[in-house]
């Protein structure tokens, strides 16, 4: 019935978000500033295990323009605990961290005070007058390293085992022509969103009301929590979602900050704001990777995989957040990955160090899992005599083998098939992209002083969550349309995205849609955006929402025009009868409330694919390695924004290179977090990788959601490291170097290569 | 990070700031770019009383060349370097060892003054300096004193700069045209310190020989240095494959690095060794055989 020239969902439309972003008009929680705010600093252990036997802030308090210091002993007895908001494993309860540390520090940049000051700068003078006596105790830095249990009820430092498979591993592994065992891990390291957090909290005396802003990701989870702990209704607290300068996981859980901040505001009855400075981000904001992997692959002998047994470890850090198993549950899940394997078995072991708490970051589990398997594959295909691609090839699962059943390999989630695609072609993309058939003979090869390598890694990426999301349209007076959304915005262009999907449904202009996300205000219930999910559950909301609106238009404009549904058609923002007559939407809105809520349910996951291929040289006498071209090729289903999917995935290479180069989180000996800065945490810059490639596909569209589409925001990240790492180990591999651990940095590739070198002159 | 309770005086005029800083002693400190300074003040690594900016001064923002050589005012800029097209065409090794100094915003505020006094042992200028013979003029509350760099540098983030004296300007010896030199550095990513850097020069004779050699290195000391072994391999020979290897072998010797969390010593000390073979090889226009 509706006539639209041009359908907005498919093309490129430019975000509407651009140009407020480029002019300079975002609004940023360190934008906002209102009457009487007052500022917070937050003083954070200096050492990683200690108790905690006293803590003097009387100088600090005597001290002008100083309102407040917060310790523990000012909140309550019992001091409020982070829920677990995923992977709500009963063995991980008694790990949660408290908001404060009131008996003993776990991880250096743990909050023991908050200082409440008329400005930030006077609180972080004050943070230095406030006097704590600690008693040390023995940092936990490495798994199995120390005696010393960091929970007291805790007999070692193991927070969870748990074993999950499907099939008869055991009985593949014995009756296989092939078996190799490696041992590999990721380090650790952070999302690092360009803003820093940020929060502002206002209280309300009089009406007993609470408005928090700057809050994102999951504001109804978040309120949820937050009302419990300060003993408040839901519907007495606000959380807002304003701009967001990038979330990538780590940004909008449930902080010990999000419950202090809120708590200072209401003890000094003052607006507090609060902003993370970047060298308290660096040891408060979630970290993440930090997995290392006993895998080992059973072939028979023409290269078919037979079956696969992973152990999973994971350095939880001091606590576990609201994220619970999250990381090393997906670690174990994708070890798999897209092929065929017949029999799998993972263990997990979840234990505690004395460092920052552990959470998801952008491709959570896959990046880690991927990087272990390809690298794994690479090894046997080698040892196989089998050309790495043809190995590929030959065990990826087929189109008529899907859905694919992979149940049993996460212990708190039901039954999950990996659902439509066509994996082969999109891997032959892949080799064809980055010219594999006329490149391979470059393997190894030295040219120029430097050694070529072109590597490859295949993924599966799961996107999705349920349960639902909610979407309230709006018809405005004036014609334009309102979007509202339980999803939330930090970045990734959903306000373009989900203006695209009302525009094409109810024929209203682009520029005529406002879309207002994330607060707890729009909408009863919200269910935020992880798992790239925002488009697949947001989305279908959205439209949802749409479909009804259009039928109540129709409706409305029916009884204006005095015809019938069916004879009307509904053209750019005007309903149109067959008969000529026409009523604007802004006519049928000046008569009538034209409003209708969408939702969308839905318990099953996407699942994106792909394959990423990058031709690297490394030079074998610093060790530094040049990204010379780089493809990452993937199914989405369907991309409702081709350019914003691009850029995610180009955002996303960038990201994932970081990770196999230069992010790394180093810890000394005794628990002490030795680069928190960025002149010592190195990440990419935009002029790092110049050489990057990203061709979404729209093969197969997700059966699951009536967009079609698939999670598309972390496929650009999952396959970064195994497909670079081989490409790395592929180029050193005429050195005998093998690669197993991240990051690759020169000095440690120049060591590999030196020690295979001492290798070789001590065998001969 | 916010900085710590100081107190700003931007003086007009150099005697007025030499006199800002004896009044205050060694509470004060002289900020220009602010690109190192800031950083300390707002770690809270550094806390003095108050900042004398010099920003303001005159007259050390020129580039001059002369025939006495090269002078460079303090508050010249890595930006500023890098536009004067003159100043290539002078001090080609300048200009390429400048081109890896920092990022870009920091290039535009960054100056030549601050990395001196800064002295951070893997940075490019104060290499430079050592490698090129340069001298500094410090104007203090007693007088003027000329030092060179490698009399100025005393450590890791120190030198003889007094509490009540301002490092003006910098001169370089005037460059001969038909010199051999290159610049080679290796950091993690571009604008980063280095892990190592090598700066070398040297002139040639009428027989093709090789003298007057100077080979400076970043990032393997406490502070820049030359290396005269290095140096008295290469005068008297013509620069060959063998020269440079035997030149290579002894720089790794007479260098002793730390560890840190960027690398470990082994690693910049043999990083060395190949980065001065490069320089070399490129400066003698000749090709190296390929190893591993």
């Known amino acids: 019935m509706s006539d639209v020239a041009k359908l907005l969902v498919g093309s490129a439309v430019e975000r509407m978000e651009d140009a407020r972003f480029l002019s300079g008009s975002g609004n940023f929680a360190d934008d906002l500033a209102v009457e009487g705010m007052l500022h917070a600093a937050i003083l954070r252990s200096p050492i990683a295990h200690a108790r905690i036997v006293a803590i003097d802030a009387s100088a600090a308090l005597a001290m002008p323009g100083i309102h407040a210091v917060i310790t523990a002993r000012d909140i309550s007895d019992t001091i409020p605990i982070i829920p677990l908001r995923l992977a709500p494993l009963p063995e991980f309860e008694p790990f949660r961290q408290p908001v404060i540390a009131s008996d003993k520090v776990r991880y250096v940049g743990e909050p023991i005070a908050v200082v409440i000051a008329d400005s930030r700068a006077l609180a972080e003078d004050a943070l230095e007058r406030i006097g704590i006596e600690f008693e040390a105790l023995s940092a936990v830095t490495e798994r199995g390293a120390s005696e010393t249990p960091l929970f007291d ?3 070692d430092n193991v927070a969870l ?5 499907f099939g008869d591993a055991d009985a593949a592994f014995a009756s296989a022509d092939y078996v190799r065992t490696e041992r590999f891990s990721v380090q650790r390291h952070t999302a690092l969103p360009m803003e820093t957090r940020g929060l502002l909290a206002e209280w309300n005396s009089s009406a007993g009301r609470l408005v928090v802003t700057g809050a994102t990701k999951v504001t109804f989870y978040n309120r949820r929590a937050l009302a419990q702990m300060l003993g408040l209704r839901e519907d007495d607290i606000d959380l807002i979602e304003i701009d967001v300068g990038g979330g990538f996981g780590v940004r909008g859980e449930f902080y010990p900050e999000d419950f202090l901040i809120p708590f200072a505001a209401r003890k000094v009855a003052r607006p507090v704001k609060w902003i993370e400075d970047r060298r308290e981000h660096l040891m408060a904001i979630n970290h993440s990777r930090d997995i290392a992997c006993e895998l080992s692959l059973a072939c028979r002998s023409d290269g078919m995989m037979l079956g696969l047994r992973g152990q999973v470890f994971a350095d939880m850090g001091a606590y576990i957040r609201t994220n619970g198993g999250v990381v090393p549950a997906k670690a174990a899940q994708f070890l798999p990955g897209p092929y065929r394997i017949p029999h799998v078995s993972v263990s997990v072991e979840a234990f505690m160090t004395s460092k920052t708490p552990v959470g998801t970051y952008r491709g959570p589990g896959r990046f880690e899992a991927n990087f272990f398997r390809e690298r794994l594959i690479d090894m046997a295909a080698t040892d196989l005599g089998i050309d790495i691609a043809e190995f590929r090839r030959k065990n990826l699962i087929t189109e008529q083998e899907l859905p694919y059943p992979i149940d049993g390999l996460v212990p708190y989630e039901g039954p999950t098939s990996y659902d439509t695609g066509d994996y082969v072609e999109v891997f032959e993309r892949a080799l064809k992209e980055i010219g594999w058939h006329e490149k391979r003979h470059l393997q190894g090869k030295l040219v120029d002083g430097v050694r070529h390598g072109i590597g490859l890694g295949c993924f599966v990426e799961s996107g999705g969550a349920g349960p639902k999301e909610n979407a309230a349209l709006t018809l405005e007076k004036d014609g334009s349309l309102t979007v509202a959304v339980g999803s939330s915005v930090l970045g990734q262009g959903l306000e373009t995205v989900l203006g695209q999907i009302a525009s094409d449904t109810l024929s209203i202009p682009f520029d005529r849609i406002r879309v207002l996300h994330g607060s707890t205000t729009l909408l009863d219930e919200g269910f935020g955006t992880y798992h790239s999910r925002a ?27 005095g015809r019938p549904n069916s004879e009307l058609k509904i053209i750019n923002a005007n309903v149109v009868a067959d008969n000529g007559a026409s009523v604007s939407f802004a006519a049928l809105a000046a008569g009538c409330e034209l409003q209708a809520d969408g939702t969308f349910s839905n318990e099953v996951r996407t699942y994106s694919y792909g394959t990423h291929a990058a031709h690297v040289t490394v030079d074998p006498r610093t060790g530094a390695v040049k990204v010379l071209d780089y493809i990452a090729v993937e199914d989405v289903g369907r991309a409702i924004n081709p350019a914003i999917v691009h850029g995610q995935a180009i955002g996303a290479i960038v990201q994932g290179l970081g990770g196999v180069f230069l992010d790394h989180l180093i810890y000394d000996d005794q628990g002490q977090l030795l680069n928190a800065s960025l002149a010592d945490y190195l990440v990419p810059t935009a002029s790092d990788f110049p050489v990057l490639r990203a061709v979404t596909l729209e093969l197969r569209p997700s059966p699951s959601n009536p967009l079609g589409a698939k999670g598309a925001g972390e496929g650009g990240i999952v396959a970064v490291a195994a497909a670079t790492a081989n490409a790395v180990a592929a180029a050193l591999a005429p050195l005998n170097v093998e690669i197993h651990h991240l990051p690759l940095t020169p000095p440690r590739l120049w060591r590999l290569i030196k020690n295979a070198h001492a290798r070789a002159i001590t065998a001969a | 990070m916010k900085l710590p309770p100081l107190d700003y005086i931007c003086p007009a005029t150099l005697p007025e700031a030499i006199a800002a800083l004896a009044v205050h002693g060694g509470n004060a400190k002289v900020i220009a770019g602010g690109q190192s300074l800031m950083p300390m003040l707002a770690f809270r690594l550094a806390a003095p009383s ?16 002369s025939a006495e050589g090269i002078d460079i005012g303090a508050l010249v800029t890595w930006r500023d370097i890098e536009r004067d097209a003159q100043l290539a065409q002078a001090h080609p090794l300048l200009a390429a060892a400048i081109a890896h100094v920092a990022h870009y915003q920091v290039r535009n505020r960054g100056t030549v003054g601050g990395s001196m006094a800064h002295a951070d042992p893997a940075a490019e200028m104060p290499g430079i300096a050592v490698t090129c013979d340069a001298m500094l003029t410090i104007v203090g509350s007693t007088g003027t004193r000329i030092l060179s760099a490698n009399e100025f540098l005393t450590g890791g983030l120190s030198t003889v700069l007094g509490a009540d004296e301002i490092l003006t300007s910098i001169r370089l010896p005037l460059w001969k045209k038909a010199r051999r030199w290159a610049f080679e550095e290796l950091a993690r990513r571009r604008g980063d310190f280095a892990l190592a850097g090598v700066a070398a020069f040297y002139d040639i004779d009428a027989q093709g020989l090789a003298h007057n050699a ?19 391999i290469l005068d008297g020979r013509r620069i060959d494959a063998d020269v440079i290897l035997q030149a290579a072998a002894v720089a790794r010797d007479a260098v002793d690095p730390a560890d840190d969390i960027h690398a470990e010593a082994a690693y910049r000390r043999d990083l060395l060794g190949v980065l001065l073979e490069r320089a070399l090889a490129r400066a003698a226009n000749i090709t190296l055989p390929e190893a591993a």
């Open chain 1, 161 to 165: 085992r748990y074993d999950a498979g």
């Open chain 2, 50 to 65: 108050v900042l004398v900016d010099i920003g303001r001064l005159p007259d050390l923002k020129s580039i001059s060349i």
């Open chain 2, 214 to 232: 100077h080979i400076g290195v970043i990032g393997v000391a406490d502070r820049p240095m030359r290396l005269p072994g290095v140096e008295a």
């Open chain 1, 535 to 561: 488009v697949v559950m947001g989305g279908s909301a959205v439209l949802d929402a749409a479909i009804r609106l259009r039928e109540k238009i129709l409706q409305q404009a029916s009884n204006h025009l």
């Open chain 1, 153 to 155: 009820f805790a007999e």
